[in-house]
Nanobody, 117 residues
Framework: QVQLVESGGGAVQPGGSLRPPCAASGIRVSICTMGWYRQAPEKQRELVAVHTSGGIATYLDSVKGRFTISRDNAKNTVALQMNNVKPEDTGVYYC???????????WGQGTQVTVSS
């Protein structure tokens, strides 16, 4: 059974940092294209960052230069380093594993990030 578990969310002041990890079990993240998504209240879920199994990272324009996605294949985790956070970064953050040739994606349950002073 595949499980993705996010943690490390919480409340942080503007300008602060968080580094929520996503831990996988039942699947090796090394075969996944891993993504971090977020959903703010009353808004659609949006893609924040993607990291391919080949090591290519892409980002939502509004987080470029502030967020970094990285994976640790040995620990079977993917993390999202969030620096200089802003109130508009508030939302539930989800990680997703997509495997080439597999129809269904694997999602975590999400972790809440709240940025406010």
């Amino acid at each position: 059974q595949v499980q993705l578990v996010e943690s490390g969310g919480g409340a942080v002041q503007p300008g602060g940092s968080l580094r929520p990890p996503c831990a996988a079990s039942g699947i090796r993240v090394s075969i996944c294209t891993m993504g971090w998504y977020r959903q703010a209240p009353e808004k659609q879920r949006e893609l924040v960052a993607v990291h391919t199994s080949g090591g290519i990272a892409t980002y939502l324009d509004s987080v470029k230069g502030r967020f970094t996605i990285s994976r640790d294949n040995a620990k079977n985790t993917v993390a999202l380093q969030m620096n200089n956070v802003k109130p508009e970064d508030t939302g539930v953050y989800y990680c997703k594993c997509k495997v080439l040739g597999v129809t269904s994606d694997y999602w975590g349950q999400g972790t809440q990030v709240t940025v406010s002073s």
